[in-house]
C-alpha cells in the first residue's frame, strides 16, 4: 500500500513538472462593440469567402446586465470582462461603490506579461480604458490619458491625440509618454518595432474615421504588427482588440456602416487565427460587451436580397455569443454572466 501511494505522488509530481514547463499562455481578447448575433450574421450574408466566424467550434453566450441597468453601457460591459466584477453603467473599473477594481491586464503586467490595446476610438474610451484605469464615469477622458502614462501598457493603438496634448491642465503627456521611453507616432503605425521598446499610437485628435470613410486596414494592421511585436519580446502576452464601430453603426442606425464594421473586423479574426495557427500556446476569445440597434437581417426588395432593419438605436440585452479557440477555449462554452469571461481567462491563465 505505503508503495502504491508513493507511486502515485511520484506520477503526480512528475506530470506537474512537465506542466509547470509548458509555455504560459497569450491571449487575444476581442471586443466587437456592439455586437451581437445580427451583426455577426451579417459577416456570413454579406462576405464574398466564408466568415472567419465560421471556423469556430467552441461557442457560448452571456448575460450583459450591469448592476445599475438591464441593459449596459460598454463601461460597466467591459469593467465586467476586464475585473470579473459587475458595477454600475458608466464605471470605468470601479466598483459600485467607487473602489478601484484590479485589471487583469495589470495582474498580468505583474506576471511580465507583455500588453495591448487596440481600438477605433479614442485610446480613453471605455472599452480599452477599463483595461487600465480606474475612474467613475467614462467621460473623464483627461483623468484617464493620465492614467495611461502610469499604466505600463507595452503597446497602445487608437485615437484621442487631443486628450493627451490639448488639455486643461496645460500638460503633454504625449510628451510624458516618449519621456517615459514610449515610441510614439501620431500619424502611422511603426514598422518593425523593437522588442524591448514601448509603443504608443495616438492617430486622430479623438477618433478613427469609420471603414466607410477610408480608414482602410488600420484594425488588421495595427492587431498583426502587436502580434509580430509581441512574438520577437519571446514573453507572453495579453492583447485586447476592440471593434468599436460595430457600436456606432448601430446607433447611427446604418445598414452600410455596419456591414463594412462588422466586415473588417471579421477580416481581423482572420490575422488573429494566423498567428494562432502558429502559436498553440493561444487563446482566441471574441465576444461583445452588448448589441446595438435591435438590429434584424431580413427579407430587402427583391425575394434573393437582404436588409438590415433597425428597432432601436440604442444599446439591447440580448445575449451576446462568445467564439474561442486554443488553449482552454472548450471553458467558454455554455450560457453563463459576462464577468465569467474574466473568471474562465483568470483559471486558464492561473491568476
Ligand atoms: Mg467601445
Ligand atoms: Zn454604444
Wanted: charged share 25%; glycine share 8%.
Amino acid at each position: 500500500m505505503k508503495n502504491t501511494i508513493f507511486l502515485f505522488c511520484l506520477l503526480n509530481l512528475l506530470s506537474f513538472a512537465s506542466f509547470s514547463q509548458e509555455k504560459p499562455t497569450n491571449v487575444i481578447l476581442m471586443i466587437g462593440d456592439g455586437m451581437g448575433l445580427p451583426q455577426i450574421t451579417t459577416s456570413i450574408y454579406f462576405k464574398d469567402s466564408p466568415s472567419n466566424f465560421e471556423q469556430f467550434t467552441d461557442i457560448g453566450f452571456i448575460k450583459t446586465s450591469s448592476t445599475s441597468h438591464k441593459v449596459t453601457d460598454s463601461a460597466a460591459g467591459a469593467t465586467a470582462f476586464a475585473t470579473g466584477q459587475k458595477s454600475y453603467n458608466r464605471a470605468i473599473s470601479v466598483s459600485p461603490d467607487s473602489v478601484r477594481l484590479e485589471t487583469i491586464l495589470e495582474k498580468l503586467e505583474a506576471k511580465n506579461y507583455k500588453t495591448g490595446l487596440i481600438s477605433l476610438t479614442t485610446i480613453t474610451h471605455a472599452t480599452p480604458a477599463c483595461f487600465y484605469a480606474h475612474v467613475t464615469d467614462r467621460d473623464m477622458h483627461e483623468e484617464i490619458a493620465e492614467q495611461l502614462t502610469n499604466s505600463g501598457v507595452d503597446f497602445f493603438a487608437g485615437a484621442g491625440l487631443d486628450y493627451f496634448t490639448k488639455r486643461k491642465d496645460g500638460k503633454d503627456f504625449y510628451k510624458t509618454l516618449e519621456e517615459k521611453g514610449y515610441s510614439m507616432d501620431s500619424v502611422k503605425l511603426v514598422t518593425n518595432p523593437y522588442p524591448d521598446k514601448k509603443y504608443g499610437h495616438l492617430l486622430a485628435a479623438t477618433e478613427m474615421p469609420a471603414k466607410t470613410k477610408g480608414r482602410g486596414d488600420y484594425l488588421p494592421d495595427a492587431t498583426e504588427l502587436a502580434l509580430n511585436y509581441f512574438k520577437s519580446s519571446n514573453e507572453p502576452f495579453f492583447l485586447m482588440v476592440e471593434g468599436s464601430y460595430i457600436d456606432w453603426a448601430g446607433h447611427a442606425n446604418d445598414a452600410e456602416m455596419l456591414i463594412q464594421e462588422e466586415l473588417d473586423f471579421d477580416k481581423t479574426i482572420g490575422v488573429a487565427l494566423n498567428f494562432l495557427k502558429e502559436n498553440p500556446n493561444t487563446l482566441l476569445v471574441i465576444t461583445a460587451d452588448h448589441e446595438t440597434g435591435g438590429v434584424a437581417v431580413g427579407k430587402g426588395k427583391s425575394a434573393d436580397e437582404l436588409s438590415i432593419y433597425f428597432t432601436t438605436d440604442q444599446h439591447t440585452a440580448e445575449l451576446i455569443p462568445v467564439f474561442s479557440m486554443g488553449r482552454g477555449s472548450e471553458l467558454f462554452r455554455g450560457i453563463y454572466e459576462n464577468i465569467e469571461i474574466y473568471h474562465k481567462l483568470a483559471t486558464i491563465l492561473k491568476l
